[in-house]
């Protein structure tokens, strides 16, 4: 399993451009759909606590990945999957290749241009599929759109993403309260009935 666990991360660190957002449709594409290591509500927690944790993404949701399947070892694995094959890809751009021939290279300079676009929709699709798995329909869609459009204002007050998690928080326990109480309510009633 903990041969697994690395060749798994290892392909996926080894053919993806744009950071952890990219590599989020990749890993939920082998963890929860191809291997079924994992069930998709699992993984959105998972890539949830990998976020609040400081570090690059794609290690983090590695490691907690690899923690949840295989505790330490797991973990191990797993972030050594994801390291390797970008060590060694970057040692051999610098080994071979230097800051001008990135620059002034056309065919570099081509191949990172028809890279981009790409980049965008693997950073895109989690956006697509958390949202499913999360139930937010069209109607709350609303949220997630403001929400980004007040970060993305660069007003001083408002475009900090730590405001949002912190009220997103808060506004989830409320939630989870209230539905508890009304869920209690409920029973109470159905017992007084009896």
């Known amino acids: 399993m903990y041969w697994t666990l690395f060749l798994t991360f290892a392909k996926i660190g080894a053919f993806t451009f744009g950071g952890g957002w990219a590599m989020i449709s990749l890993i939920e594409r082998e963890v929860v759909d191809k291997r079924k290591w994992l069930e998709r509500t699992e993984f959105l927690d998972l890539l949830a606590v990998a976020q609040s944790l400081p570090g690059i993404l794609a290690v983090n949701i590695s490691v907690v990945v690899g923690d949840k399947l295989r505790s330490l070892k797991g973990a191990i694995a797993a972030a050594l999957g994801t390291i390797t094959p970008c060590f060694f890809i970057i040692l051999l751009i610098a080994m071979f290749l230097t800051p001008e021939m990135i620059t ?27 949202a499913k798995a999360s139930n937010i329909g069209w109607k709350m869609a609303w949220i997630p759109a403001g929400v980004a459009l007040l970060i993305w204002s660069k007003w001083p007050v408002v475009s900090n993403p730590i405001l949002y998690i912190v009220i997103g928080g808060l506004a989830g326990y409320l939630h989870a309260v209230r539905s508890h109480k009304a869920v209690a309510g409920n029973n109470d009633e159905r017992r007084g009935t009896n």
């Open 104 to 130: 002034t290279n056309p065919t570099i300079t081509a191949i990172f241009k028809g890279i981009r676009p790409v980049v965008v929709a693997l950073i895109l699709a989690p956006v697509f599929t958390t």
